[in-house]
Antibody
Framework: QLQLQESGPGLVKPSETLSLTCTVSGGSISSSNYYWGWIRQPPGKGLEWFGS???????YYSPSLKSRVTISVDTSKNQFSLKLSSVTASDTAVYYC??????????????WGQGTLVTVSS | QSVLTQPPSVSGAPGQRVTISCTGS?????????VHWYQQLPGTAPKLLIYSNSNRPSGVPDRFSGSKSGTSASLAITGLQAEDEADYYC??????????FGGGTKLTVL
């Protein structure tokens, strides 16, 4: 059974960079036809897609966040990571990592991590 | 404001049928991109409920069904049960924005 687990600081100061890692177990991050993505959910609000990466390093980013987001992959560790720069309080959210099917374009998400709450505060 | 529009809330009595709409545009649903639905129980990660407009993953009861027409999609839940009380999100792909979600709909079982 595939499992995804987010890890990283739960508290980040304003203007700093938020960094999270997702460790994939029970399967290979180098699987064909799957991208690996990040989604966040501010408290009490809806889901927002950040971007997704293929094991080869091909990335798709949300245009609204692209200037602050970097998603990378480390196939040797079966991990992928998120960096979000210049954070503000509005970046406080539960951050999920996920596996997303590729079928000519990004399709459905079939596996999700449990999510990790990141709070931006001084 | 979300690219895909969902009603903020719907409700129904046990045993009834409810539908949740998801309205997009010509750059996402109307462009032919598939719509997917997720159920999120309180305090948990979303769970895939319907993929590619109308397909159910293994283990999802057939009380849940999806459809798509034009620039909109719908999720229908029949035989409503108390355990169905959750938030529901639609998701698609947009030719300019990439992955997009609806704002979510809270289902209350009366």
């Amino acid at each position: 059974q595939l499992q995804l687990q987010e890890s990283g600081p739960g508290l980040v100061k304003p203007s700093e960079t938020l960094s999270l890692t997702c460790t994939v177990s029970g399967g290979s991050i180098s699987s064909s036809n799957y991208y690996w993505g990040w989604i966040r959910q501010p408290p009490g609000k809806g889901l927002e897609w950040f971007g997704s990466i293929y094991y080869s390093g091909i990335t798709y980013y949300s245009p609204s966040l692209k200037s602050r987001v970097t998603i990378s992959v480390d196939t040797s560790k079966n991990q992928f990571s998120l960096k979000l720069s210049s954070v503000t309080a509005s970046d406080t959210a539960v951050y999920y990592c996920a596996r997303q099917l590729w079928g000519g374009y990004l399709r459905n998400i079939d596996y999700w991590g449990q999510g990790t709450l990141v709070t931006v505060s001084s | 404001q979300s690219v895909l529009t969902q009603p903020p809330s719907v409700s129904g009595a046990p045993g009834q049928r409810v539908t949740i709409s998801c309205t997009g545009s010509s750059s996402n649903i109307g462009a032919g991109y598939d719509v997917h639905w997720y159920q999120q129980l309180p305090g948990t990660a979303p769970k895939l409920l319907i993929y590619s407009n109308s397909n159910r993953p293994s283990g999802v009861p057939d009380r849940f069904s999806g459809s798509k027409s034009g620039t909109s999609a719908s999720l229908a839940i029949t035989g409503l049960q108390a355990e169905d009380e959750a938030d529901y999100y639609c998701q698609s792909y947009d030719s300019s924005l990439g992955g997009v979600f609806g704002g979510g709909t809270k289902l209350t079982v009366l």
